[in-house]
C-alpha cells in the first residue's frame, strides 16, 4: 500500500530541545496530516498541509512540505514533557477515488525532563 | 458536544463469536471511517462511509461488516470473531472528505479474541 514512512521510529530528546520527525510517501497526494497520539488514547490532529503548500506553522510546531522529494518534516520546538507521544504522519491519497487516510508506522517521541 | 464516542472501551470474545463495536459522533460529520491499530504498526483502514447509506471496504475488510443507518452511528461488527482481529479498534469522523478535512477520534475499543 501507499504508506507514509516515519523516520525515526523512535526519537528521545531533553525537555527544551528541538525534535523533528520527518515522513516519506510513495504517490502523489492532495494532503498530508500530522496526528498525536498519548499512549492508550486515539489520535488528535495536528496539522494539515496541503500540496500547493510549502511550510505551515501551528504554535511550537512547523511542518514542511517537500511534494518533489515526496517528504514532510514535524518540527516541535522547545520541547515539553507533555510532548511525549506516538506521532503519525497520514496521506491523503490523490486521484484514488478510496477517499482515505494512509496512516505511517509513527515516531515514538520521548522527552526527558 | 461529545465528540466521537466508542463502546465498549475493552472486549474480550472466544474465537466464533460475534459482537458489535459501537461508534457514535454529535458532530454532524459526514464522514466517518473503522481503523485498527496493531503493535508497532500504524493505523489500517477497515471500512468507511461518506454518508447515511453509503460504506466501502478499506485496506482491511476481510471478517468486518459496516453499516450506516444514520449520519450519528457506524458500527462495526465482528462476524466471527479470530485471533487476527485482536487488536485496538478506532472510529473517526470528519466534515467531508473532499476538501481534506481533519478527522476526530475515539478513545478507541481494546479487543482480545482468545
Known amino acids: 500500500s501507499q504508506q507514509g514512512e516515519e523516520d525515526p521510529q523512535a526519537l528521545s530528546i531533553q525537555e527544551g530541545e528541538n525534535a523533528t520527525m520527518n515522513c516519506s510517501y510513495k504517490?502523489?497526494?492532495?494532503?498530508l496530516q500530522w496526528y498525536r497520539q498519548n499512549s492508550g488514547r486515539g489520535l488528535v490532529h495536528l496539522i494539515l498541509?496541503?500540496?500547493?503548500?510549502r511550510e505551515k506553522h501551528s504554535g511550537r510546531l512547523r511542518v514542511t512540505l517537500d511534494t518533489s522529494k515526496k517528504s514532510s518534516s514535524l518540527l516541535i520546538t522547545a520541547s515539553r514533557a507533555a510532548d511525549t507521544a506516538s506521532y503519525f504522519c497520514a496521506t491523503d491519497v490523490r486521484g484514488q477515488g478510496a477517499q482515505k487516510l494512509v496512516f505511517g508506522q509513527g515516531t515514538r517521541l520521548t522527552i526527558n525532563p | 458536544n461529545a465528540g466521537v464516542t466508542q463502546t465498549p472501551k475493552f472486549q474480550v470474545l472466544k474465537t466464533g463469536q460475534s459482537m458489535t463495536l459501537q461508534c457514535a459522533q454529535d458532530m454532524n460529520h459526514e464522514y466517518m471511517s473503522w481503523y485498527r491499530q496493531d503493535p508497532g504498526m500504524g493505523l489500517r483502514l477497515i471500512h468507511y462511509?461518506?454518508?447515511?447509506?453509503?460504506?466501502d471496504q478499506g485496506e482491511v475488510p476481510n471478517g468486518y461488516n459496516v453499516s450506516r443507518s444514520t449520519t450519528e452511528d457506524f458500527p462495526l461488527r465482528l462476524l466471527s470473531a479470530a485471533p487476527s482481529q485482536t487488536s485496538v479498534y478506532f472510529c473517526?469522523?470528519?466534515?467531508?472528505?473532499?476538501?481534506?478535512?481533519?478527522?476526530?477520534f475515539g478513545p478507541g475499543t481494546r479487543l482480545t479474541v482468545t
Open positions: 498541509i496541503r500540496s500547493n503548500e
Open positions: 473517526a469522523s470528519s466534515y467531508r472528505w473532499d476538501r481534506g478535512y481533519e478527522q476526530y
Open positions: 462511509s461518506v454518508g447515511a447509506g453509503i460504506t
Open positions: 504517490t502523489s497526494i492532495n494532503n
